[in-house]
């Protein structure tokens, strides 16, 4: 227990400090880029007059510092801050001054809106790359040189040679628009998921069908698994019960590397199947310059990145208590 709390400790004050370089590197380049946030609220019929007093009024003539100050003051309370653009029910505010405040959306009810499709995406997404790629790469691990690691090393090839954007555009023409089996673009229910989680599980699954093939036969090869098989237990119970629980350690740690790649390719997928989540609001936020709602996208992919490592590392611990010296 004690040091379950003290890597806890250690690690929030970790990921706290990641989540604040990141809300700053982001803060600050997004007002480095060309462009005026007061233009974009107001429109380019404005005049220069009401852009200028609009960026004073809204803070946007303060020095940088003086801005992420305001800024981490609101996120320390939940407050993301508000989006330039778009409305509570997401499409375009009015250009207009009166709008700036009442009925712009805040970023957090427009990520609140939008990442219970993200996190259905992710997760079928992420079932089938453990379906696809557990079975194979064990059987590649426990059969190394034969032809199931050859099928591993030929699957991950081929998956890992097809493109998202291409695998995506080639899949809603052919099951969507040819046979019709299943539909694709935008989201009116649950189907609407299934393609795009297939993309991403091609495209997250290479990796770990050779990382499992690896760790798998590595293990084999360790002095414990010969102990075992001399004290007359079976291959099924060696396999399941030994080697699989440390094999798991390095998948597990991959998991957590992974989970960039994972938003990643949530994005790119979300934006090609126009899928309301939060990659589709990312890619909208940044064709419009919505500066608020790029700041909060950034926040919550690294503060996602760092839960899931801290819990990756807490069940590899369990897994292998060695890890916890």
Do not use: C
């Amino acid at each position: 227990m004690g040091f379950i709390l003290t890597f806890l400790a250690r690690r929030l004050a970790q990921g706290l400090l990641i989540i604040l370089v990141v809300s700053f590197a982001i803060f600050a380049l997004v007002r480095l880029a060309p462009g005026d946030p007061a233009r974009t609220i107001l429109g380019g019929m404005a005049s220069d007059e009401l852009v200028e007093a609009t960026a004073t009024q809204m803070g946007l003539r303060d020095p940088i510092l003086v801005q992420y100050g305001r800024y981490l003051a609101g996120l320390v309370q939940g407050d993301l801050g508000t989006s330039y653009i778009k409305t509570e029910s997401g499409g375009a505010a009015m250009a207009n001054q009166d709008q700036t405040v009442s009925s712009r959306a805040s970023v957090t009810t427009l990520i609140r809106n939008t990442l219970p499709y993200t996190l259905q995406l992710a997760g079928v997404a992420l079932l089938l790359t453990l379906a696809i790629s557990i079975p194979i790469g064990i059987a590649g691990g426990v059969h190394a040189g034969r032809w199931p690691d050859k099928l591993a090393v030929y699957l991950s090839s081929v998956f890992v040679s097809l493109p998202n954007f291409w695998f995506a555009i080639v899949l809603a023409l052919v099951v969507t628009a040819r046979l019709g089996w299943i539909p694709s673009i935008g989201y009116q229910g649950f189907a609407y998921t299934i393609l795009p989680a297939i993309v991403i599980a091609v495209e997250m699954s290479p990796i770990f069908i050779r990382s499992l093939s690896v760790a798998v036969a590595d293990t084999l090869r360790q002095t414990f698994v010969e102990v075992a098989a001399v004290r007359g237990l079976g291959p099924q119970r060696i396999l399941y019960g030994h080697v699989l629980r440390n094999a798991a350690v390095p998948i597990l740690n991959l998991f957590g590397v992974q989970v960039g790649a994972l938003l990643g390719g949530v994005l790119i997928v979300e934006y090609i199947f126009d899928y309301p989540g939060i990659g589709l609001l990312t890619v909208q936020a940044v064709t419009q310059r919505d500066f608020p709602v790029i700041q909060g996208v950034a926040i919550l992919s690294s503060a996602i990145f760092v839960v899931v490592n801290i819990l990756v590392d807490l069940a590899a611990a369990r897994i292998d208590p060695r890890l916890e010296s």
